[in-house]
């Protein structure tokens, strides 16, 4: 009998804050264009945490919330790592052109 009335656990407020901040964040960085899974992803774990909360199902609601914030940050990080592959990779053009006009100056050969 107790455990009919129990109580419905609180809304997962800050985990549905933390969330919308990491695909916010997420989509800042491009992650549209460079992890477009991902943060695809996290928009369908949100929707469906919001779903949980209308629901009343607020374990399932932080649970969903708890992994759309994980995703979201998972699609900023490989954002991230795409971006500074190709910045290294144009500072390697860079150099090996500087060393090629360095060398034709130098009068030496490859």
């Known amino acids: 009998m107790l455990g009919a009335c129990a109580e419905t656990p609180p809304m997962p407020t800050a985990s549905l804050q933390a969330a919308r ?33 209308s629901e009343q199902k607020m374990t399932t609601a932080e649970r969903f919330a708890d992994e759309s914030r994980t995703e979201a940050q998972l699609a900023s990080a490989k954002t991230a790592d795409v971006k500074a592959k190709a910045v290294n990779d144009e500072m390697s053009r860079s150099t090996g052109t500087l060393i090629q006009e360095m060398q034709r100056n130098s009068g030496d050969k490859p």
Not at 30 to 40: D, I, P, S
């Open 21 to 53: 901040q990491a695909i916010s964040d997420a989509e800042r960085a491009e992650a549209g264009r460079y992890a477009a899974a991902e943060l695809g992803e996290a928009r369908i774990k949100l929707a469906s945490a919001d779903t949980a909360v």
